[in-house]
């Protein structure tokens, strides 16, 4: 595997996308969108997680974020999509709304079966692909590419339109998540 595809430095600031398992669209409920937001609040006052840009999709998520309390980005990283994939595999099984409760539920304890680090249900991809951002340009580039991302797939016209998306921070409103460290930076 790539050296760009670790984390090496342990105060860097990365890019990284992981999706569920089959890239399945398991976020289109809000319930769902939520308990993720839930825990990003929880990783940055309780575990030194400083986000920098972030966009739920319905299969998976993109986050730019840093570790500013000395824990190790990927142990961080890997906490939060542990607690996530508990909560969320909870909601289904406690959804009474959820018509695909069964097929999500069987394929994910399918997905576990594989592995052997895994027990019950295997909700994430193991692949997180963390890149980490060495340039302004670069950072500028990806923050662009995870803000664009909704518009790409026709759910809106423009960026700060997207609810579940740090694009509203940039764009000088407040978004859903406090405490974005919005990166300052001109367009030419």
């Not at 000395?70 to 961080?76: A, D, F, R, W």
């Amino acid at each position: 595997m790539s050296r760009n595809y670790k984390f090496h430095n342990p105060t860097g600031l990365y890019f990284v996308s992981f999706a569920v398992v089959g890239w399945l669209d398991v976020f289109t409920r809000n319930e769902y969108k939520d308990l993720l937001l839930e825990s990003l609040e929880f990783c940055q006052k309780n575990k030194g997680m400083e986000i920098h840009a972030w966009c739920i999709m319905t299969s998976h998520v993109h986050l730019i974020f840093r570790s500013i309390e000395k824990q190790n980005p990927e142990l961080l990283l890997g906490d939060y999509k542990r607690f996530t994939s508990r909560s969320i595999i909870k909601a289904i099984q406690e959804n009474p709304r959820e018509s695909r409760k069964e097929f999500l539920l069987d394929y994910f304890k399918k997905e576990a079966q594989k592995t052997s680090n895994t027990t019950n249900f295997q909700f994430w991809r193991h692949d997180n692909k963390p890149i980490e951002l060495w340039s302004n340009e670069v950072i500028q580039q990806k923050i662009e590419y995870i803000h664009n991302n909704p518009v790409e797939e026709g759910f809106v016209f423009r960026p700060e339109d997207y609810k579940y998306s740090s694009a509203t921070d940039y764009a000088g409103s407040k978004g859903l998540l406090d405490g974005v460290c919005v990166f300052q930076y001109f367009k030419l």
